[in-house]
């Protein structure tokens, strides 16, 4: 990467999202590893972060493609069941998290760390709420899909904040009040919140 197309912040160069180290945070064995099937998640059963909820509720609204459901549906049933969340690989979440996380978000054309602080939102609270929460904080309007004006905001942050561990504190202290007020926070606050400081932390490292 050059200095070119990497956005500068007091004489540094902020790299911009890399997918593949990203992922490795997100599906470590602290966040979004293995299989999972707790009772009281309305996502169902998970396995790498995968739920068979969100699996089923893009495949009804059409937007699961043709490739992402050959993939997910292992059994060739036409359906997507636990025996099917049971079999997803990391190989299938590292698919389905570039279609529908990493390339929605834009994550290779935003700084580094705020890619990884995004990318990990949505795929813990939705795409749209993760996005809406960047933008608020960037002073840009918040409609959820990450455009020129974004990224743009995004790369300006980067280039002339001088608190940038101030910034994801900011946006895990914003993902920290909103789980507080879910319904479910009762049993998964703990673990939320564990998630929510491990990668600000994590997205601080180098700044």
Not at 28 to 57: C, F, Q
Not at 80 to 103: G, L, N, P, Q, V
Not at 108 to 124: C, I, M, Q, R, W
Request: aromatic share 8%.
């Amino acid at each position: 990467m050059t200095e070119t197309n990497a956005p500068k912040t007091q004489g540094r160069v902020l790299p911009l999202g890399d997918f593949e180290k990203c992922l490795k945070v997100v599906l470590s064995d602290a966040i979004e590893g293995g299989y999972v099937d707790n009772p009281n998640d309305p996502g169902g059963p998970t396995n790498h972060g995968i739920s068979l909820a969100e699996v089923k509720r893009l495949d009804g609204s059409k937007r699961l493609s043709a490739y992402m459901r050959a993939r997910l549906d292992k059994d060739a049933s036409n359906d997507f069941t636990d025996a099917d969340a049971k079999r997803w690989t990391i190989e299938d979440a590292r698919a389905f998290y570039r279609e529908y996380y990493w390339s929605v978000i834009q994550g290779d054309k935003l700084p580094a760390f705020l890619a990884l602080t995004t990318f990990d939102a949505a795929v813990n609270e939705g795409v749209p709420v993760a996005v809406m929460r960047l933008q608020r904080f960037l002073g840009v309007k918040a409609d959820g899909i990450v455009g020129e004006a974004t990224i743009s905001a995004a790369r300006n942050v980067a280039e002339w904040n001088d608190d940038l561990k101030g910034v994801t504190a900011t946006l895990a202290a914003s993902r920290l009040s909103r789980a507080r007020d879910l319904k479910n926070a009762d049993t998964f606050f703990s673990g939320w919140a564990r998630r929510i400081v491990m990668l600000s932390i994590e997205a601080s490292e180098g700044l």
